[in-house]
């Protein structure tokens, strides 16, 4: 089964930088595109960032437009997001997942596989 893990998540001062990573350890497996989502307590679950498995698109927010950077590593199955100058209501857990066909979607319904999350928290 394909199976993605998240890490890098922690806690960190507003303004402050971390570099989330996900793999999959599991079967091997060609996805169309990654994304990244989170969701904050009592909140939908929602877009960050995407990126096509083979291609040159990348999406992002509007909210993370220019602080975070979507990053893959085709050889180590790894996709990456790096978020800089961080604020408090980019607090959530955060959560890469897959999907399969094209296009790459803002939607969390279009994506078939989901790693456990990892908590990212901000503070004033």
């Known amino acids: 089964q394909v199976q993605l893990v998240e890490s890098g998540g922690g806690l960190v001062q507003a303004g402050g930088s971390l570099r989330l990573s996900c793999a999959n350890s599991g079967r091997t497996f060609t996805p169309y595109g990654m994304g990244w989502f989170r969701q904050a307590l009592g909140k939908e679950r929602e877009f960050v960032a995407a990126c096509v498995w083979s291609g040159d698109n990348i999406y992002y927010a509007d909210s993370v437009r220019g602080r975070f950077t979507i990053s893959r590593d085709n050889a180590k199955n790894s996709v990456y997001l790096q978020m800089n100058s961080l604020k408090p209501e980019d607090t959530a857990i955060y959560y890469c997942?897959?999907?399969?066909?094209?296009?790459?979607?803002?939607?969390?319904?279009?994506?078939?596989?989901w790693g456990q999350g990892t908590q990212v928290t901000v503070s004033s």
């Open positions: 997942a897959t999907s399969r066909r094209a296009p790459v979607s803002v939607y969390p319904k279009n994506y078939e596989y």
